[in-house]
């Protein structure tokens, strides 16, 4: 596996993240890239490094906000 490598499209799909996500991540240094011609190639090796440091990926729970009351509108005399 040292020399596996992985295309953006595949390390998203490995992760369970949508494709904007995993190039936010590759953009925002959390994995090595490598460019060949016009594709960037993730190490597979990050990605299981990834994934067994047990950071959170995909959905998460949805918390609900609690809903401010609105003041009546000013009546108009």
């Known amino acids: 596996m040292a020399d596996e490598w992985l295309t953006q499209e595949e390390a998203a799909e490995k992760l369970h993240v949508a494709l ?3 190039r936010r991540y590759v953009r925002e ?4 890239r490598t460019k060949v011609g016009k594709r960037y190639l993730i190490p597979a090796r990050a990605i299981e490094e990834f994934l067994q440091s047990g950071l959170q ?3 998460r729970e949805v918390v609900p906000r ?12």
Request: glycine share 10%; charged share 35%; net charge positive.
């Open 20 to 22: 904007d996500t995993m």
């Open 29 to 32: 240094g959390r994995f090595a």
């Open 57 to 59: 990926t995909g959905p």
């Open 66 to 77: 609690p809903v401010k009351k609105k003041s009546p509108a000013p009546r108009k005399r």
